[in-house]
């Protein structure tokens, strides 16, 4: 059992950053995500009813929940989103998956977590990979500038994701139980990119379609909350530290895909590129084994 909702964990993550390439096209990035967010919080709060659990939330711990939120289900999802309008999706979700990276950054900068030889190793190597796969672009970067805009939104995507999974850690250390916590921050989220889009004067219409409405569901049910569910559970069958390597298989599924239906060359700078940031992921999580496990997004990762 533990291996199959290892694997299934892994394949639903990766699979979910082509279907979000596609949702990314079919309105505003914000819009979507709004949506997306808002399925997943009414699904979890559901649950949680369902489960008799108290989803009220402390006064100390809402500014925290509010800001998970946004920096996880908001702007990391529509970074995201807009790199994969740019860029295909395989490159896109290997970038964001660096955000174990920021992630032990910031919590070494911020919550003065220790930072190990073997993390610092593994930091150094995803950054390099991820100059590597952008070597070549940044050697035509006048005729490549959706390229480039595409990987600085992956980045951002990141980046946001790593300072979301670091107060989400906190968040969790203070006895938020998961269903509430995702919740809440979903909500929070959907609240966030809404405003952004009616602020940034974006559209509400959608590809009103089948493929757009599966894509949908397909990414708020099954790639967030139940993936979620097989994720916490793979968590308490094999603990934090052992789970945590199906997001190091994320991105090897989401290339993959990429190449099948979105014909993305799998060339030497990205293969070698990759498998640097693999390696970097690798030693970071295993540098982390006492850490509490991460709340991830379905690539979201994305």
């Known amino acids: ?26 309105g505003a990035p914000e819009v979507s995500v709004g ?33 998970q939120g946004i920096l996880f289900f908001g702007l990391a999802f529509i970074s995201f989103y807009h790199a994969t309008t740019l ?3 395989g490159i896109a979700a290997l970038v964001l998956s660096t955000s174990s990276l920021f992630a032990a950054l910031i919590g070494w900068l911020f919550l003065s977590a220790p930072v190990t030889v073997r993390m610092l190793i593994g930091i150094v190597s995803g950054i390099a990979g991820l100059g590597v796969i952008a070597l070549p ?21 990141a980046a946001c994701t790593g300072c979301g999974t670091v107060v989400a850690m906190r968040n969790q250390r203070a006895g938020i139980p998961i269903p509430v916590l995702i919740s809440w921050a979903a909500l929070c ?18 590809d009103v379609s089948v493929t757009y409405f599966a894509g949908l569901a397909y990414l708020a049910i099954i790639a967030s909350c139940i993936t979620f569910f097989m994720y916490f559970s ?9 789970a945590s390597y199906t997001l190091a298989l994320v991105p090897v599924v989401a290339l993959l895909l990429s190449a099948v239906f979105e ?37 979201k990762e994305e």
Do not use: K
């Not at 699979?15 to 596609?22: D, N």
């Not at 050697?139 to 995507?157: K, P």
């Not at 030497?268 to 709340?295: H, K």
């Open 1 to 26: 059992m533990g291996a199959f909702l290892f694997a299934a964990t892994a394949v639903l993550w990766g699979s979910s950053a082509i279907v979000t390439g596609q949702q990314a096209v079919s």
């Open 35 to 67: 949506y997306r967010m808002a399925v997943v919080s009414l699904v979890m709060f559901a649950w949680s009813f369902m489960r008799g659990q108290n989803v009220s939330l402390r006064r100390p711990d809402r500014p925290w929940v509010a800001l």
């Open 87 to 89: 860029i295909t999706s």
């Open 137 to 157: 672009q940044l050697a035509v970067v006048s005729s490549n500038a959706e390229t480039i805009s595409g990987v600085a939104f992956a980045l951002a995507a």
């Open 189 to 206: 989220g959907a609240a966030f990119s809404f405003a952004l889009a009616y602020f940034g004067g974006s559209s509400f219409s959608v």
């Open 234 to 242: 793979l968590v308490q069958r094999i603990g934090a530290a052992s």
């Open 263 to 299: 014909n993305l060359t799998i060339d030497a700078y990205v293969l070698s590129g990759g498998v640097a940031v693999l390696i970097g992921n690798i030693l970071v999580l295993s540098s982390q084994e006492r850490r509490t496990a991460p709340v991830i997004p379905s690539m």
